[in-house]
């Protein structure tokens, strides 16, 4: 590669996103976020850059750090750990629930984005001071709701419960389980199996374990009335009350553990028949925000949006736009000029001169002739006549 190739080359991970797939990406943005409003979320954004330490609950591997003045700082790694550093700070005294949400980049090594990228954005709501079934089918529904919104169609939501995956190694030493649950986040079940199996687990133990990680749908009902399973039950039930899907969304799935290690309770994740890996994923982490000094409850959820932009784009879905762009030529400077803020006074995006590039907005070419008519297609018209044809103009022209 010549030295000039070098200079235009990006880091690994990195890449453009081009007009089209931006527009996309904004009308993601401005559907998810009306959605999480509709149910009381308001907005925050934290800072780009963490000291390290704070971000210490993703795998320090996937994480982008760098040395500033001695200080070890780490690139956004997990929008949820900097909300609760967020919480701990600034609404430490605060009464009542907090309803925080937020569509912002984080920067991370994840094998789940498309081509590795190490930056994307990533959407999402957390629900801090409330407890229980209610709380839970809250964040469920949300998230039912802002991706119908959006009109992903091929999409389900499968509920797990972290309580019922501890239970089933809760007479391993405490150090054991967290490592068991380690290679369980990194779907290494084989290697979960072995290291409980050299931890003297018994083998009718073992295999308890593995009949109840691959129980999903009705077979729920299997395991009686444990009370993992009875939350798990009245959440469902309680989130589809609140947002009502057609067919049921939520399908409950023991084997459901989320990659990041602090949930602990409700847990879930969107999948799709179009995409590889999960959408979305979140569920209940209680003990989070106390080691920011801040002990409260908290649920939330994560979109990742390049998968979500994804499963959309193969269910078919576009970018609407009410009204063409007009590529407007012709007539003197002043007179164009005139009648482009005329059009603009009639809800059109105007252009001067030609267009190369439009992010898949229909082009309108429209000539001047005077302050008061403009050539479309050889015919001249008024404007409010041009205004009239160029509200039904369909592809490009």
């Known amino acids: 590669m010549s030295a000039a190739n070098d200079d235009l080359a990006l880091p690994r991970g990195f890449r453009d996103i081009l007009p089209t797939e931006a527009r996309e990406l904004h009308a993601i943005e401005r559907t998810l976020m009306e959605a999480f409003e509709r149910y009381g979320y308001v907005p925050l954004e934290p800072p780009s850059v963490e000291f390290a330490r704070a971000a210490s609950t993703v795998d320090e591997r996937r994480m982008m ?24 700070q600034r609404y430490r005294e605060a009464q009542g629930a907090l309803r925080l949400s937020y569509f912002t980049t984080v920067f991370r090594q994840d094998r789940s984005m498309r081509g590795s990228e190490r930056e994307y954005d990533q959407a999402g709501v957390e629900l801090i001071g409330p407890t229980g079934a209610v709380a839970d089918a809250e964040i469920l529904a949300l998230l039912c709701d802002a991706l119908t919104s959006l009109g992903l169609r091929s999409f389900t939501i499968e509920v797990g419960h ?34 409980a199996a050299d931890a003297g687990m018994p083998a009718d133990r073992l295999e308890h374990a593995r009949r109840t990680l691959a129980v999903r749908g009705r077979g729920i009902e299997a395991l009686g009335d444990l009370a993992c399973v009875r939350d798990l039950r009245e959440t469902i039930h309680l989130a589809r009350e609140l947002f009502a899907g057609d067919p049921p969304w939520g399908v409950p799935d023991l084997g459901v553990i989320p990659a990041l290690p602090y949930y602990t309770g409700i847990v879930f994740e969107v999948v799709s028949p179009h995409v590889g890996a999960p959408i979305a994923t979140g569920g209940r982490y209680d003990e989070l925000l106390a080691r920011y000094g801040t002990d409260r409850a908290a649920t939330g959820f994560g979109i990742a ?17 009410d009204a063409p762009l007009v590529s407007l030529e012709g007539g003197d400077d002043a007179v164009r000029l005139r009648v482009a803020a005329a059009l603009r006074g009639r809800g059109f995006a105007v252009a001067l001169g030609g267009v190369a ?41």
Do not use: C, Y
Not at 379 to 387: K, N, S, T, V, W
């Open 65 to 88: 750090r760098f040395l500033d003045q001695g200080n070890l700082l780490a690139l956004r790694p997990d929008v949820t750990t900097a909300l609760a550093r967020v919480v701990a």
């Open 162 to 195: 972290m309580g019922a995956v501890r239970a089933l190694f809760a007479d391993l030493p405490a150090a054991t389980v967290e490592t068991v649950l380690e290679r369980l986040r990194g779907s290494d079940l084989v290697g979960a199996f072995r290291v």
């Open 305 to 321: 949006v390049p998968l979500l932009h994804q499963a959309l784009v193969a269910d078919g879905w576009k970018v609407s736009f």
């Open 357 to 397: 590039e439009s992010a898949g907005r229909a082009i309108v070419r429209a000539e001047v002739v005077s302050a008061e008519r403009v050539r479309i297609d050889g015919r001249e018209l008024p404007l409010d006549a041009a205004a009239r044809e160029l509200s039904q103009a369909g592809p490009n022209r």
